[in-house]
């Protein structure tokens, strides 16, 4: 799928992203994506945009192909690809910084929404025409 740079995010690691086996728990790289989408979002004009409507995660996936331990710092590539009429997906690559092999990589599928009604919306004519003019 092809796929737009939005944003990339460095995060310092904590010891606590451990676990008992000494590596970056899977559970912990969910929280550095959310991280890297939160800020591409509060960084961005969309913010305005997420007041009453906004994205939510329908769906959420990640690979892991290395372990990653303390201490570090994380950079976490995202884009997004295949708008739709409400949904696009965000990708993810996570390294070390500084360090281009991949350690792990993950997608989201977000769906704007009506957060009084709960209902699929049309995504803003804002963020269609990023898409647009970032992918030309």
Excluded at 8 to 21: F, H, N, P, V
Excluded at 90 to 110: F, H
Aim: charged share 20%.
């Amino acid at each position: 799928m092809p796929k737009i740079h939005a944003h990339t995010c460095l995060i310092s690691m904590r010891w606590g992203d451990m676990d008992a086996y000494r590596h970056v728990n899977n559970a912990v790289y969910f929280r550095y994506m959310e991280q890297a989408c939160a800020e591409f979002i509060s960084k961005s004009a969309f913010r305005a945009l997420t007041t009453d409507k906004g994205p939510v995660v329908v769906n959420s996936s990640c690979s892991f192909f290395r372990q990653m331990a303390y201490p570090g710092v994380v950079e976490v590539r995202m884009y997004c690809a295949s708008p739709g009429r409400s949904s696009f997906f965000t990708l993810y690559e996570i390294r070390l910084q500084g360090v281009e092999l991949l350690y792990a990589e993950g997608q989201m599928k977000m769906v704007w929404i009506d957060r009084l009604t709960g209902k699929s919306v049309p995504l803003p004519d804002e963020f269609r025409v990023w898409f647009s003019q970032a992918g030309s």
